[in-house]
């Protein structure tokens, strides 16, 4: 059964069969967390888009549930597309999502449970008069999409965000709005960004200067920052910024013009897209849920029968060292997944060196690993090329690159390093070049630069599930997230190493690992 080929996750949030695409109204609610997703029933290739449906206690074990929304109007009839969830005071939860019409025009359209006392949520009730916001003059039909979780201000009124662009200015619309039926358009852009494209799946959201705490969504005053997110397509990814909101006229600065959105940090430097937040007042946090695409061909999507898995939801909070970035982290849930694990202490590694670890097969696994650097009296020591990710991990200099292997065999003859670069900064990065030997495979080496400050340590997080590795650098400052598929390093054939291809330094690594169990993802068991 090709389903269930070696490429399937383990533990990553994917439909049983076909394809996926963005997340979408993630909530808590009644006890679950739910998700929604962009999804084609009939197909392992984008078509025929609906909201699939899933549940979960715990954000790693999930319940498929039944499609919450179809193509069944005019308004939506050419896909229910992306789309957000605000919990409001009374109680209720309102829907916001963009309607594909019959004519291809993109428009706004309101969506309520037809039962708040269902804690499944599952059916979904479309406002009879969709769509309420169409795209205001000046605004394409094709470029007005993917409304954001609503926030209230001062003056009662709720404030939603949607994406666009004029000729190459990327930009978000604000809307106003007392009853989610009726709305009025700001004057003024939210921001906009010239040169940056359409903005699709914006997100905007407050973060605390101050605690680890996240903030629901409405929060603002002292001590508050805000996000601004977009997607950018063309493969350039979730771009965010960190600034100032101005709730007088629902403007943003960021904090740095030269790291505006769109020109500046990247959630993810890998594989990752359309990505969205919500605050989870369960939990008292802000989780992020991101879209990973396949990196195969098309046919290998329809031969294999599904296509695209959502990351491993991650808490996002400011990030008090720098000022400038955010630090993502897996959710704490994750660790409950742990089986057995392997310690390492101070692993020499020498230049132009591999160590394997021994732990059995490497391909459900949770990394730590520290890295240390030994100056060698011998060399040239400190001589700072200025190397970024270079062509990939095989590109040797004084002071990099070194860190792991993942979803190796024995023989190195596939492998995926995932590893530093030090030169002026620090970079991190994650090199497929060498990850399969098919040829029908996207493989690309990705990275950038990533603060380290103070007396930190060079670390990385690593969470491999058979064919994605999501890494994380410096706590979360800097993440990539790839997708590999060997022919080799499958099942019991896949290992684990570290590796040092620096020149002037030896490095001493010391580790800890985790096996991971199989997360139960199912159907909801109804009677
Ligand atoms: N995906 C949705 C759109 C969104 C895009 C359609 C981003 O609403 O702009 O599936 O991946």
Same mark, same amino acid.
């Given at each position: 059964?090709?389903?269930?080929?070696w490429?399937?996750?383990?533990?990553?949030?994917?439909?049983?069969?076909?394809?996926?695409?963005?997340?979408?109204?993630?909530?808590?609610?009644?006890?679950?967390?739910?998700?929604?997703?962009?999804?084609?029933?009939?197909?392992?290739?984008f078509?025929?888009i609906t909201?699939?449906?899933?549940?979960?206690?715990?954000?790693?074990?999930?319940?498929y549930?039944?499609?919450?929304?179809?193509?069944?109007s005019?308004?939506?009839?050419?896909?229910?597309?992306?789309?957000?969830?605000?919990?409001?005071?009374?109680?209720?939860?309102?829907?916001?999502?963009t309607?594909?019409?019959h004519?291809?025009?993109?428009?706004?359209?309101?969506?309520?449970?037809a039962?708040?006392?269902?804690?499944?949520?599952?059916?979904?009730?479309?406002?009879?008069?969709?769509?309420?916001?169409?795209?205001?003059?000046?605004?394409?039909?094709?470029?007005?999409?993917?409304?954001?979780?609503?926030?209230v201000?001062?003056?009662?009124?709720?404030?939603?965000?949607?994406g666009?662009?004029?000729?190459?200015?990327?930009?978000?619309?604000?809307?106003?709005?007392?009853?989610?039926?009726?709305?009025?358009?700001?004057?003024?852009?939210?921001?906009?960004?010239?040169?940056?494209?359409?903005?699709?799946?914006?997100?905007f959201?407050?973060?605390?200067?101050?605690?680890?705490d996240?903030?629901?969504?409405?929060?603002?005053?002292?001590?508050?920052?805000?996000?601004?997110?977009?997607?950018?397509?063309?493969?350039?990814?979730?771009?965010?910024?960190?600034?100032?909101?101005?709730i007088?006229?629902?403007?943003?600065?960021?904090?740095?013009?030269?790291?505006?959105?769109?020109?500046?940090?990247?959630?993810?430097?890998?594989?990752?897209?359309?990505?969205?937040?919500?605050?989870?007042?369960?939990?008292?946090?802000r989780?992020?849920?991101?879209?990973?695409?396949?990196?195969?061909?098309?046919?290998?999507?329809?031969?294999?029968?599904?296509?695209?898995?959502?990351?491993?939801?991650?808490? /996002?909070?400011? *990030?008090?060292?720098?000022? +400038?970035? =955010?630090?993502?982290?897996?959710?704490? @849930?994750i !660790?409950? %997944?742990?089986?057995?694990?392997?310690?390492?202490?101070?692993?020499?590694?020498?230049?132009?060196s591999? /160590?394997?670890? *021994?732990?059995?097969?490497? +391909?459900? =696994?949770?990394?730590?690993?520290?890295? @240390?650097? !030994?100056? %060698?009296?011998?060399?040239?020591t400190?001589?700072?090329?200025?190397?970024?990710?270079?062509?990939?991990?095989?590109?040797?200099?004084?002071?990099?690159?070194?860190?792991?292997?993942?979803i190796?065999?024995?023989?190195?003859?596939? %492998?995926?390093?995932?590893?530093?670069?030090l030169?002026?900064?620090?970079?991190?990065?994650?090199?497929?070049?060498?990850?399969s030997k098919?040829?029908?495979?996207?493989?690309?080496?990705?990275?950038?630069?990533?603060?380290?400050?103070?007396?930190?340590?060079?670390?990385?997080?690593?969470?491999v599930?058979?064919s994605?590795i999501?890494?994380?650098?410096?706590?979360?400052?800097?993440?990539?997230?790839s997708?590999?598929?060997?022919?080799?390093?499958i099942?019991?054939?896949?290992?684990?190493?570290?590796?040092?291809?620096?020149?002037?330094?030896?490095?001493k690594?010391?580790?800890?690992?985790?096996?991971?169990n199989s997360?139960?993802?199912?159907?909801f068991?109804?009677?």
């Amino acid at each position: 059964n090709a389903m269930l080929s070696w490429q399937r996750t383990a533990f990553h949030f994917q439909p049983q069969k076909n394809w996926m695409n963005d997340p979408n109204g993630p909530l808590f609610y009644k006890g679950w967390y739910h998700i929604f997703y962009q999804y084609n029933p009939e197909s392992a290739v984008f078509g025929n888009i609906t909201w699939g449906h899933a549940v979960s206690t715990d954000l790693i074990h999930w319940l498929y549930l039944p499609i919450a929304m179809l193509r069944d109007s005019w308004y939506d009839a050419k896909g229910v597309w992306s789309g957000s969830a605000t919990l409001l005071p009374d109680g209720r939860i309102v829907m916001l999502y963009t309607g594909n019409t019959h004519q291809n025009v993109q428009v706004q359209n309101l969506a309520y449970p037809a039962n708040l006392s269902d804690p499944l949520l599952l059916h979904w009730v479309k406002y009879a008069d969709n769509p309420v916001v169409l795209p205001p003059p000046g605004i394409g039909p094709k470029d007005f999409r993917d409304p954001t979780t609503a926030w209230v201000g001062p003056d009662d009124k709720w404030r939603v965000l949607i994406g666009s662009k004029v000729n190459q200015t990327g930009l978000s619309l604000v809307y106003k709005t007392q009853d989610f039926i009726h709305y009025e358009l700001n004057d003024e852009y939210m921001h906009e960004v010239p040169g940056t494209g359409m903005w699709e799946c914006v997100d905007f959201y407050p973060v605390s200067v101050n605690g680890p705490d996240g903030l629901d969504t409405s929060v603002n005053g002292p001590g508050v920052k805000h996000v601004l997110k977009s997607s950018l397509d063309d493969t350039r990814g979730d771009h965010y910024a960190i600034g100032r909101y101005f709730i007088e006229n629902d403007t943003w600065v960021p904090d740095d013009p030269n790291k505006d959105v769109g020109i500046g940090l990247k959630l993810d430097y890998g594989r990752f897209y359309a990505s969205k937040t919500f605050y989870d007042q369960n939990k008292k946090r802000r989780v992020l849920w991101g879209w990973i695409n396949e990196s195969d061909s098309e046919t290998a999507d329809l031969k294999k029968g599904w296509a695209s898995l959502q990351s491993i939801p991650r808490t /996002v909070v400011f *990030d008090k060292k720098t000022e +400038t970035h =955010l630090l993502q982290w897996p959710v704490e @849930e994750i !660790e409950s %997944l742990r089986l057995r694990s392997y310690e390492f202490e101070e692993v020499v590694v020498k230049p132009g060196s591999v /160590v394997p670890l *021994d732990i059995g097969p490497a +391909t459900q =696994l949770d990394i730590f690993a520290e890295f @240390e650097i !030994e100056y %060698l009296a011998s060399k040239g020591t400190g001589k700072k090329e200025n190397v970024g990710c270079g062509n990939g991990a095989f590109d040797r200099s004084s002071l990099g690159p070194f860190g792991i292997l993942a979803i190796a065999d024995d023989k190195l003859s596939e %492998l995926t390093p995932i590893y530093f670069h030090l030169s002026n900064t620090s970079f991190f990065c994650v090199d497929e070049t060498r990850s399969s030997k098919a040829s029908d495979v996207s493989k690309l080496v990705f990275g950038s630069e990533v603060p380290v400050v103070g007396d930190e340590r060079l670390s990385m997080r690593v969470l491999v599930d058979h064919s994605i590795i999501e890494s994380f650098a410096q706590g979360g400052r800097t993440v990539i997230s790839s997708r590999v598929y060997p022919t080799e390093a499958i099942y019991e054939a896949a290992r684990l190493f570290v590796f040092n291809n620096a020149t002037d330094i030896n490095i001493k690594a010391s580790l800890k690992i985790w096996q991971l169990n199989s997360a139960f993802i199912r159907p909801f068991p109804f009677h």
